[in-house]
T-cell receptor
Framework: GDSVTQMEGPVTLSEEAFLTINCTYTATGYPSLFWYVQYPGEGLQLLLKATKADDKGSNKGFEATYRKETTSFHLEKGSVQVSDSAVYFCALSYGADRGSTLGRLYFGRGTQLTVWP | DAGVIQSPRHEVTEMGQEVTLRCKPISGHDYLFWYRQTMMRGLELLIYFNNNVPIDDSGMPEDRFSAKMPNASFSTLKIQPSEPRDSAVYFC????????????FGDGTRLSIL
């Protein structure tokens, strides 16, 4: 079935370190891919998205490239800050060709990131 | 613009009591989703609606759980009777029609069943 697999957390980094959070997916067809972020005590927020192969989503210094050949959508940031500490979720969704699943997101388990000053 | 509004933000009640969680989606959004988040099980989709009609309720854990969407601007998730294992953070989210549309989440209701 459709699924998203994220690297296990927690991830702990020092400020200004390079971040990679791995995400791979299993899906038929051509899903769209998303990264969401959840800060403590809040709901999930969209961080970035990519809708077709080789697209790169970017926002707030974070980037992820839709790699169809490796079915991956890894999240990267060149220099993390303390304020980036949060839980990060990878997710996928389908277009209208999937009928009743239109609109639904399939989430990974989430990866906790803690950044120390 | 107002986001997705959930109430209450926190609820503490004794087992056996009825619990009602409320959600106001973003105006104009066609989809509404109810999720549950726990440390053990992560983020689970319970049910979602399209234009007020339930599309998939396969994630609703038991008959004790029910959800309604009487109109485009309001939805409820009810647990009756509640049990301690229902303790979790419950999120509501909404999104516009169409593929590739992101979901917008509320801040959640933290539910504790004693």
């Amino acid at each position: 079935g459709d699924s998203v697999t994220q690297m296990e957390g927690p991830v702990t980094l020092s400020e200004e370190a390079f971040l990679t959070i791995n995400c791979t997916y299993t899906a038929t067809g051509y899903p769209s891919l998303f990264w969401y972020v959840q800060y403590p005590g809040e709901g999930l927020q969209l961080l970035l998205k990519a809708t077709k192969a080789d697209d790169k989503g970017s926002n707030k210094g974070f980037e992820a490239t839709y790699r169809k050949e490796t079915t991956s959508f890894h999240l990267e940031k060149g220099s993390v800050q303390v304020s980036d500490s949060a839980v990060y979720f990878c997710a996928l969704s389908y277009g209208a060709d999937r009928g009743s699943t239109l609109g639904r997101l399939y989430f990974g388990r989430g990866t906790q990131l803690t950044v120390w000053p | 613009d107002a986001g997705v509004i959930q109430s209450p933000r926190h609820e503490v009640t004794e087992m056996g009591q009825e619990v009602t969680l409320r959600c106001k989606p973003i105006s104009g959004h066609d989809y509404l989703f109810w999720y549950r988040q726990t440390m053990m099980r992560g983020l689970e989709l319970l049910i979602y609606f399209n234009n007020n009609v339930p599309i998939d309720d396969s994630g609703m854990p038991e008959d004790r759980f029910s959800a309604k969407m009487p109109n485009a601007s309001f939805s409820t998730l009810k647990i009756q009777p509640s049990e301690p294992r229902d303790s979790a953070v419950y999120f509501c989210a909404s999104s516009p029609w169409g593929s590739n549309q992101p979901q917008h989440f509320g801040d959640g209701t933290r539910l504790s069943i004693l």
